[in-house]
């Protein structure tokens, strides 16, 4: 009669076991996909970082070195349109006024593999003050719109 309330014990250890090993290989298989997931997003933060501080670094050129975005006397007809990494802007606009000039240039970085916004404010005043704010993208221009997937850092700089 022994033997036979026995019966059933190595069944419910074996389950009982293989039940922990599934609740083990879930939680370590969850923790590796979170892991995955912030290091993509950290690789997507830096690439957005390197295209904000590429556009940065243009437009103190395309401001020191070539003149570009001196303050004009007059409403000019269009914007000025810098060029980075050998690409033309995707767009450019401008905003003047007797006390201030804005131009904003979105440029196509690495053959169109990331994106960038710069926009240059000149102030017309006592200061003569220069800001210069870059927005990067680690994706193209084509798909920099509301609603899109798509990391961005944004950097200034003043003088």
């Keep these: 009669m022994k033997n036979k309330n026995k019966k059933g014990f190595a069944l419910l250890v ?10 083990l290989g879930l939680a ?18 830096q690439y957005a970082f390197y295209a904000a501080d590429a556009g940065l670094e243009c437009a103190l050129y395309a401001d020191q070195q070539q003149n570009l975005f001196e303050y004009p006397p007059s409403d000019p007809s269009s914007a000025p349109a810098m060029t980075c990494d050998g690409s033309v802007p995707f767009s450019a606009v401008k905003v003047w006024s007797e006390s201030r000039w804005i131009v904003t240039n979105r440029l196509s970085l690495d053959a169109d593999a990331h994106c960038v916004d710069v926009t240059i404010y ?9 800001y210069i704010f870059s927005q990067g993208y680690d994706v193209s221009c084509s798909n920099v719109a509301p609603g899109g997937r798509f990391v961005s850092r944004g950097i200034y700089s003043h003088y």
């Design 122 to 130: 000149k102030y017309n005043d006592s200061q003569q003050a220069t």
């Design 28 to 45: 370590l298989s969850s923790l590796g996909y979170k892991q995955e997931v912030l290091a993509s997003t950290a690789i997507r933060s």
């Design 14 to 23: 074996s389950v009982i076991f293989m039940s922990v090993m599934l609740t």
